[in-house]
Each structure stands twice: as C-alpha cells, then as structure tokens.
C-alpha cells in the first residue's frame, strides 16, 4: 500500500521558517514534489526532485527561499521554507511518481499518480 505521510506545518509569522517532511512507503518513485494549494485557487506545484538525476525544479514565486531535499535512509524528503509570506499560506501536498518526470512537468499537478493528506501553513503578518 503506498503511503505518504507530510508532517510539520503549523503557524508562522511572516519571515519565519518551516520544515516539511514527507514520509514515502509502499513505492518506488522516480520523481517526489511539494505542491500547495490556498482555498479557491488552483493546486499549485511548489518544489521537485528527480531520485535518478538528483534534479530539482522550483517554482518561480518560492526559488531561493524553499529547498527541497531527501534523505533516502529515512525514506523522507523535506522541504525547507524560509523567510516566509503570508501568500505561501496554504495545504501542503506530498506527490510522487513512478516516471521520470521532465521539465515542466515536474511541477504539474495532474502529472504525479500518488498523493499524501497534505498538512497546513499558515503565515500570518
């Protein structure tokens, strides 16, 4: 049974930092991504990794505050958040995929086949 877990959101005030992780069992992805989504708006792709490659892709409104990471040892993959905005408030959601996703795609909602319950961010300012 694939599983995956998201763990450590919470409350933040505006500049202040988070860590999320995200536990991966039952599945061998090729590629593993943060996405989000604020309540009447579209999921949004946040952050991506491709195992293979050791690639990483970002999205434009998060490329040099966010970083994501992996720690195969644990089967967990993180996502480091700082100097954060009440804009990055939302549901944050684990997905992976059995492919090698490329590009774009590595950040496209529809693309990835496993979803994890999503856990919640909250900046306040």
């Known amino acids: 049974q694939v599983q995956l877990v998201e763990s450590g959101g919470g409350s933040v005030q505006a500049g202040g930092s988070l860590r999320l992780s995200c536990v991966a069992s039952g599945v061998t992805y090729a590629t593993i991504g943060w996405f989000r989504q604020a309540p009447g708006k579209e999921r949004e792709g946040v952050a991506s990794l491709r195992t293979n490659y050791v690639d990483t892709y970002y999205g434009d409104s998060v490329k040099g505050r966010f970083t994501i990471s992996r720690d195969n040892t644990k089967n967990t993959v993180y996502l480091q958040m700082n100097s954060l905005k009440p804009e990055d408030t939302g549901m944050y959601y684990c997905?992976?995929?059995?492919?090698?996703?490329?590009?774009?795609?590595?950040?496209?909602?529809?693309?990835?086949?496993?979803w994890g319950q999503g856990t919640q961010v909250t900046v306040s300012s």
């Open positions: 997905a992976a995929d059995n492919f090698n996703l490329v590009g774009d795609r590595m950040l496209l909602a529809r693309t990835y086949k496993y």
